[in-house]
């Protein structure tokens, strides 16, 4: 889920006129700029330290085992959009149910990890940094991305003014935005903030990147789960946002060896874009 920004403010104005989404280098010029500093300064402290970092371990796990859990999430998937389309159930009920098949498979996946006496500090690398220290290289990552993501978004959208292409908002970000109800407003952020960066980090950084990192090398596994996590996101204009996302992700995972880094980071960037949305509903 990401709030797409620009570094021009008449045309962000005039983005957020025609679609309703915020922008935090319009609407709050002095945040956004805190913001890409302290990222500027986040890049190079990475950049420095690039070669102290300790890397992804080998797991006991490869493409196989993989690919049977890819079969079990489409399948899963698969069903419980039939259920809710048979059920017709209303958005907050959809919600409630995704997060908690996505919340169910993961305890499966720790169940069956547990089966192989393989324990989840062992498989996601949590022994690798101390709590600490991976905590706040995930807020370090999350503030180092914010100044490439604000140069995409302006390429992007200078792209699409040249050819005339409209810029469209995710479905989380138009829920958001267009929630009537504190319910359906509460499941939406505690989805985007604490269920997804949860479990497709899990999925796409905990349990593909090192399968597929095993078999044909690094630079291969992040170009696959990259493209794979913007894909499934569903959302061609923010293709190239999340794709820079996810590789920021891996790099975050390849750094500290600890899956809670990039949980970290990918759960300040969703609670960023969330706090620019509610700011915006109260003063559009």
Known sequence: MIALW??????ATQRVAATGEPDLMTQWPLAGLGLLLLGLVADVYLLLRWRQRRTVSAKPWGLSALLAAVGICVAVFLSVGIIGLVLCLRLTATLILLASTEVLLLA???FCLRLENISWQEAFGLHES???????????????VQPPLLALATLRDWFCHLFSIKITVQDLVLQLLNADSRPLMAVVIVFAVVVAP?????FFRGLAYPAIKQRW????ALTITSVLFAVIHFHLPSFPL?????VALALAYEYTGSLLTPITMHALFNLLN????????ANP
Not at 198 to 202: A, G, N, P, S, V
Not at 242 to 246: D, E, P, Q, W
């Open 217 to 220: 090398g690094a630079a291969v």
């Open 198 to 202: 949860l479990c497709e980090e899990t």
């Open 274 to 281: 969330v706090v620019a949305i509610l700011l915006y509903r």
């Open 108 to 110: 499966v996946l720790l």
């Open 130 to 144: 101390s709590l600490t220290h991976a905590l706040l290289m995930g807020a370090a990552f999350f503030l180092a």
């Open 242 to 246: 999340l794709l820079a996302l996810a």
């Open 6 to 11: 620009n570094n021009c403010a008449a045309a």
